[in-house]
Nanobody, 123 residues
Framework: QVQLVESGGGLVQAGVSLSLSCAAT????????MGWFRQAPGKEREFVAL????????YYADSVKGRFTISRDNAKDTAYLQMHSLKPEDTAVYYC????????????????WGQGTPVTVSS
């Protein structure tokens, strides 16, 4: 059974940093591209960042480019999202997802999803 478990969310003030983790079990982690998505209250879920299975390629949404960094440790079956200079508009539930296909920013290409971890940024 595949499980993706996010952790690291919380309530923080604007301007600080926060790091999220996504621990994967039940799949060959190094064979999957990983993505982070988020869903703000009252809004649709949106793409945040992705990383290729080897870690050699990354891509970011314009709204987080330069502030967020996605990474992975295939030896630990874990993906990460480091978030810096957080803004109130970054408030959302953050989800990690795994894709056996190419590098996509759309949800339907992702096979497995975590349950999400909430991030609240106060002003």
């Amino acid at each position: 059974q595949v499980q993706l478990v996010e952790s690291g969310g919380g309530l923080v003030q604007a301007g600080v940093s926060l790091s999220l983790s996504c621990a994967a079990t039940g799949l060959t982690f190094g064979s999957y591209n990983m993505g982070w998505f988020r869903q703000a209250p009252g809004k649709e879920r949106e793409f945040v960042a992705l990383i290729s299975n080897s870690g050699g390629s990354t891509y970011y949404a314009d709204s987080v480019k330069g502030r967020f960094t996605i990474s992975r440790d295939n030896a630990k079956d874990t993906a990460y999202l480091q978030m810096h200079s957080l803004k109130p508009e970054d408030t959302a539930v953050y989800y990690c997802a795994a894709s056996s296909l190419g590098l996509f920013t759309t949800e339907r290409e992702y096979d497995y999803w975590g349950q999400g971890t909430p991030v609240t940024v106060s002003s």
